[in-house]
Protein backbone atom coordinates (compact mmCIF):
# COMPACT_ATOMS: atom_id res chain seq x y z
CA UNK A 1 0.00 0.00 0.00
CA UNK A 2 1.01 3.60 -0.47
CA UNK A 3 -0.03 5.21 3.31
CA UNK A 4 -2.00 5.07 4.85
CA UNK A 5 0.12 7.68 6.88
CA UNK A 6 3.00 9.58 4.95
CA UNK A 7 5.43 9.74 6.32
CA UNK A 8 9.61 9.91 6.17
CA UNK A 9 12.26 7.43 7.05
CA UNK A 10 13.43 9.24 9.78
CA UNK A 11 10.05 9.89 11.05
CA UNK A 12 8.86 6.73 14.34
CA UNK A 13 5.39 4.99 15.27
CA UNK A 14 3.84 2.04 17.04
CA UNK A 15 2.08 -0.26 15.11
CA UNK A 16 0.00 -2.60 16.78
CA UNK A 17 -1.72 -5.21 14.83
CA UNK A 18 -4.34 -8.12 15.07
CA UNK A 19 -5.49 -10.63 12.14
CA UNK A 20 -9.27 -12.17 13.17
CA UNK A 21 -9.98 -14.93 11.04
CA UNK A 22 -13.70 -15.16 11.41
CA UNK A 23 -13.68 -12.05 9.25
CA UNK A 24 -10.43 -12.23 7.89
CA UNK A 25 -9.86 -9.07 9.13
CA UNK A 26 -6.24 -6.88 9.93
CA UNK A 27 -6.54 -4.20 12.40
CA UNK A 28 -3.56 -1.93 12.83
CA UNK A 29 -3.25 0.63 15.18
CA UNK A 30 -0.59 3.21 15.13
CA UNK A 31 0.25 5.55 17.87
CA UNK A 32 3.02 7.21 19.37
CA UNK A 33 3.25 9.45 16.07
CA UNK A 34 6.58 11.35 15.93
CA UNK A 35 7.87 13.29 13.04
CA UNK A 36 11.46 14.26 12.86
CA UNK A 37 11.26 17.66 11.14
CA UNK A 38 7.48 19.97 12.11
CA UNK A 39 4.55 19.30 10.24
CA UNK A 40 1.31 17.38 10.13
CA UNK A 41 1.03 13.67 9.48
CA UNK A 42 -0.55 13.19 6.00
CA UNK A 43 -3.40 10.26 5.55
CA UNK A 44 -3.65 8.87 2.19
CA UNK A 45 -5.21 6.81 0.34
CA UNK A 46 -3.74 2.93 0.31
CA UNK A 47 -4.99 1.75 -2.61
CA UNK A 48 -7.07 3.13 -5.75
CA UNK A 49 -10.87 2.32 -4.76
CA UNK A 50 -14.14 3.85 -4.07
CA UNK A 51 -14.94 6.04 -0.80
CA UNK A 52 -18.18 4.34 0.08
CA UNK A 53 -18.50 5.65 3.76
CA UNK A 54 -17.51 8.77 5.09
CA UNK A 55 -18.87 9.86 8.59
CA UNK A 56 -17.80 12.96 10.73
CA UNK A 57 -17.96 11.19 14.63
CA UNK A 58 -16.81 15.09 16.05
CA UNK A 59 -15.81 18.44 14.99
CA UNK A 60 -12.85 17.18 13.83
CA UNK A 61 -12.69 12.99 13.86
CA UNK A 62 -13.56 10.98 11.24
CA UNK A 63 -14.71 7.40 10.01
CA UNK A 64 -13.84 6.05 6.61
CA UNK A 65 -14.74 3.52 4.70
CA UNK A 66 -13.15 2.94 0.85
CA UNK A 67 -14.00 -0.56 -1.46
CA UNK A 68 -10.50 -0.88 -3.56
CA UNK A 69 -10.34 -2.29 -6.44
CA UNK A 70 -7.76 -5.48 -5.16
CA UNK A 71 -10.84 -6.55 -3.41
CA UNK A 72 -9.88 -5.16 -0.34
CA UNK A 73 -11.93 -2.71 2.18
CA UNK A 74 -10.28 -0.09 4.57
CA UNK A 75 -11.92 1.35 7.49
CA UNK A 76 -9.85 4.51 8.97
CA UNK A 77 -10.30 6.28 11.89
CA UNK A 78 -8.70 9.59 12.64
CA UNK A 79 -8.73 12.74 14.32
CA UNK A 80 -7.58 16.11 12.16
CA UNK A 81 -8.85 17.39 8.64
CA UNK A 82 -10.67 15.88 6.32
CA UNK A 83 -9.78 16.62 2.20
CA UNK A 84 -12.97 18.02 0.29
CA UNK A 85 -14.14 13.81 -0.56
CA UNK A 86 -17.21 12.50 -0.79
CA UNK A 87 -19.31 9.05 -0.85
CA UNK A 88 -18.85 7.47 -4.20
CA UNK A 89 -15.55 9.52 -4.74
CA UNK A 90 -12.87 7.73 -6.52
CA UNK A 91 -9.47 7.81 -5.29
CA UNK A 92 -6.44 7.47 -6.85
CA UNK A 93 -3.68 5.22 -4.73
CA UNK A 94 -1.53 7.49 -2.79
CA UNK A 95 -4.28 10.25 -2.89
CA UNK A 96 -4.02 12.77 0.26
CA UNK A 97 -7.60 12.23 2.27
CA UNK A 98 -6.81 14.33 5.21
CA UNK A 99 -4.31 15.48 7.97
CA UNK A 100 -3.94 14.54 11.44
CA UNK A 101 -4.82 17.10 14.04
CA UNK A 102 -1.52 18.19 15.91
CA UNK A 103 -2.44 16.93 19.06
CA UNK A 104 -3.75 13.34 17.38
CA UNK A 105 -1.43 10.58 18.20
CA UNK A 106 -3.01 7.65 16.66
CA UNK A 107 -4.40 6.55 13.54
CA UNK A 108 -7.33 3.12 13.69
CA UNK A 109 -7.28 1.05 10.15
CA UNK A 110 -9.09 -2.00 9.99
CA UNK A 111 -8.53 -3.82 6.54
CA UNK A 112 -10.39 -6.55 5.24
CA UNK A 113 -11.44 -8.59 1.91
CA UNK A 114 -14.84 -7.85 0.32
CA UNK A 115 -15.82 -11.01 -0.45
CA UNK A 116 -18.44 -12.10 2.05
CA UNK A 117 -18.27 -16.31 2.57
Partial sequence: PTGPLQM????????????????????????????ESPGAVETVNPWSGILT????????????EVNHD???????KFKG???PINTNDRLSSGEKIGILSQDANEFFWNLKNQVVK
Wanted: without cysteine.
Fill in 81 to 83: LLQ
Fill in 53 to 64: KKVQLSADEYFL
Fill in 8 to 35: SERDTLNIRRKFNPADEKFEFHFDGLKK
Fill in 70 to 76: NGLTSQM
